[in-house]
């Protein structure tokens, strides 16, 4: 049957106040006083840079190497403990996502506490305690400090490894990786960074079906006795305590961890791009693209450049500065364009990303490119330049408000071998940047010719658009896992001979017959989905040949009632709101979308097949790829499961549906399971029951 997409309707009222604060030199009042008209056209000077001074902190290292710094804040009584493990990246390849899952086991118990009686003694202090794939963070009042170290140097040293643990972590990450494949931000960025970085690169790996699945506890147990170690630990600890304190706890409770050589490999940077290289991630239903320009930079945390570097990507992209200027408020092609350029030890990396029409795909993308240009061409203006570097120290004097602020840069000082005042004069350096500077940063930097151009959007209205700024003039496709595929064998053939006519026909037949469909006069659907934790009901009517009528509910509380007389009326009401009458293509859409049975008359509507062939989708289905054109000449993709010949999934510019537990009523199938996605939004939409004949009134599909 056809599908039919419910809309949620959302409304979000935003204050947002404008306030503007002046001091002015008092004047005499005069007689006839001048009205002052503000410029907003004329950018306001920025003030100078704060004078801020660091927080001290104290230090020392146990006998085991574990390095210890101390931030002591007496302002409220609570002490905070992160340990960072600092490990050089390791490739996993097969087993991608194993120091993730190491990570996520060492809070699921410990040799002496399951993880419930974990769970319990953190809540009866009031605590909190994570761990992670590169250490731990705990944090708690100071009168139960003894009590939270205990917790943690038994989770850090003597962590079980539970097997049925590392299931639930799996279930859950198996669930997590379904929905990125939907959410065209999180495509972005797993494709993105095993196109920069290369996939065999710790940072160009993501974890993925066949890695989850592959992960041990065995394999969690080697990878920790593998890295975990105090010689290479940093811990930063903040709050209400004293140092002598702090090296009696970490003697206790950490002074037993025992060092041992840590098996490490050279990280090489990955060369960037020779040329602009074009990557399109096929999503059919996409109705805007998500675009991303990116190379590895080799940029060391505190070198020279490090600063200049970072005011030359603020002024192009760092906050709504030029890229954010010349996409949202010059062309209105977006909501937001920003960049980042990352120090790393071993890979930093440049990237610039936005989401845009697909209609202007090629003027975003031209756009970011003359502005990634013209930071090496031309000087950047003073007032520009002061600006942002009183912005970037204005923030840096915001974080200092943050203890933990001073504690992560004593671990940096000594993790990336920085000068003892690196901090300390870090806004003399910062406003000593210049405009010559960042042109020279500009032109080490920022590459507008070596990039890795990646959109992830329809491919059939974008791509044509991308295939000139390739410089090879051909266009690389990946599907959402990584894999790399030619568009022109993604389809194969279908027998000699079969139409999309005959598909539909097979379709028919499968699902009860034409006779069978013939008989149903009207349809009633009730439904639920869960939202936030919440059942919502969905129930859906529909008479022959073209009313419809839907009820959005929980409980008793109506949220949304949308109704079509069949004709020419559709009325839609929310939260009890007046009654609105719909026009234009809402109702235009709704006289197609409503009709009944439309697959028995096609022709009839006006509505264009073509079989396109067959194509791989889901769980290897192989399945016949029909689309249909609207008189309005709107398209959506159906595909037939090519051994069942039910309907499995369809893509229109809403999103996508898929349909699965087909069961029989009144001798006609029904999918009683749907699955819809809608951008980064997945709805699973399960039938409780369906009933047919039930004579249903006309005034049902009337809201007055």
Known sequence: MKRYIVKALFISLVLLPSLLYSQAKKTPVSKNPQKQVLDRSIRPLPGPAPVINIGKYESFTLANGLKVFVVENNKIPRVSYSLTIDYIP????????????????????????????LDEEIDFIGASLYTSSNGLYAS???????????????????????????????????????????????????????????????????????????ITTDQCKSFYSTYFKPQIAYMAIVGDISLEEAKAGMEKYFGNWQKSDVI???????????????????RPEAIQTTLSLG???????????????????????????????????????????????????????????TEIRNSVTDSALNEILYEMKRMSEEIVPQDELSLVKNYISGNFALSLENPQT??????????????????????????????????????????????YILAVGNASEIAS?????????????????????????????????????????????AIGGEKALLKIKDLTINATTNMQGMTIG??????????????????????????????????????????????????ENMKSEAQFNPELRYKELGIGLALEGIETIGDNIEAYK???????????TRYFDTKSNLLIKEISQQGSIEYSDYREVNKVRFPFKMKQSMGPQIMELNVLAIKVNSKLSDDLFIIK
């Open 90 to 117: 390791v490739a996993e390849g097969e087993l991608a996502g194993l120091a993730d899952f190491t990570g996520q086991l060492l809070r699921t118990g410990t040799n002496t506490r399951t993880k419930d009686q």
């Open 140 to 214: 708690g009042l100071k009168k139960y400090n003894e009590q939270l170290l205990q917790l943690m140097s038994d989770v850090l040293l003597n962590p079980s490894f539970n097997a049925e643990e590392l299931e639930k972590i799996r279930t859950r990450n198996l669930s997590g990786l379904e929905a990125e494949k939907t959410e065209p931000s999180a495509i972005s960025q797993r494709i993105g960074k095993m196109l920069v970085y290369g996939k065999d690169h710790p940072y160009g790996e993501s974890m993925n079906e066949s890695s989850i699945k592959k």
């Open 264 to 282: 490490s490999k050279a990280l090489n940077t990955p060369a960037k791009p020779a040329a602009k290289v074009v990557a399109i991630v096929d």
């Open 295 to 353: 190379y590895p930079v080799d940029l060391k945390p505190g070198t020279e450049d490090a600063i200049k570097a970072s005011v030359t990507n603020t002024i192009l992209g760092g906050g709504t500065f030029r890229l954010f200027n010349n996409l949202r408020e010059k062309h209105a092609y977006t909501y937001g364009a920003y960049s980042r350029l990352t120090s790393d030890r071993y890979a930093g990396i440049f990237q610039a990303t």
């Open 406 to 451: 001073v504690a992560n840069f004593a671990i940096n000082t000594a993790r990336y071998n920085l000068p003892a005042d690196y901090y300390v004069n870090y806004l003399k350096n910062l406003a000593a940047v210049s405009a010559d500077d960042v042109k020279a940063m500009a032109e080490k930097y920022i590459l507008p010719e070596n990039n």
């Open 465 to 509: 658009k991308l295939l000139p700024f390739a410089s090879n003039k051909a266009i690389r496709y990946f599907d959402v896992e990584g894999n790399e595929y030619d568009p022109a064998k993604k389809l194969k053939d279908a027998p000699a001979g079969m139409t999309a006519e005959d598909v539909n026909k097979a379709y028919i037949d």
């Open 538 to 587: 969905m129930d859906i009517f529909r008479k022959a040949p073209a009313k419809y009528m839907m009820k959005v509910s929980a409980g008793t509380t109506v949220f949304q009632q949308i109704a079509f007389n069949g004709i020419d009326e559709l009325v839609m009401s929310a939260m009890g709101g007046a009654p609105q009458k719909m026009e234009g293509e809402e109702l």
């Open 626 to 636: 029909v689309v249909l054109t609207l008189p309005s000449g709107k398209q959506s």
